[in-house]
């Protein structure tokens, strides 16, 4: 089960710290991924850290702004953001995937993982 939290509106500019709880087993090994979801498109890959939490990658689209991190005693994976503008008004989702794609496309993917969270809404007002 993921849970993520710290979603909400926030001017643009502005910064914003979503969490991801995991919880009901073991994730040791796994790769946790943020992804978001505008309406009308395809949810869309926004960064990971692998299981070590030594490889992040990120997307274009937020690279140099966003910062993932993880927590492994607690379980828990962030996705720091600032500099946040209206395009980055989205559902955004956590995922575990239990497969090291390490660079490879896999990790970019949606389908590449196996469980994800609810979502949590960000939404940025100009």
């Known amino acids: 089960h993921l849970a993520e939290s710290g979603g909400g509106l926030v001017q643009a500019g502005g910064s914003l710290r979503l969490s991801c709880a995991a919880s009901?087993?073991?994730?040791?090994?796994?790769?946790m991924g943020w992804f978001r979801q505008a309406p009308g498109k395809e949810r869309e890959f926004v960064a990971c850290?692998?299981?070590?939490?030594?490889?992040?990658y990120y997307a274009d689209s937020v690279k140099g702004r966003s910062t993932v991190t993880r927590d492994n005693a607690q379980n828990t994976v962030f996705l720091q953001m600032s500099s946040l503008n209206p395009e980055d008004t989205a559902v955004y989702y956590c995922?575990?995937?239990?497969?090291?794609?390490?660079?490879?496309?896999?990790?970019?993917?949606?389908?590449?993982?196996?469980?994800w969270g609810q979502g949590t809404q960000v939404t940025v007002s100009s």
């Open positions: 850290i692998m299981w070590s939490g030594g490889s992040t």
């Open positions: 009901g087993g073991t994730f040791v090994g796994y790769t």
């Open positions: 995922a575990a995937g239990s497969v090291d794609y390490g660079s490879g496309p896999g990790t970019r993917e949606p389908l590449g993982y196996e469980l």
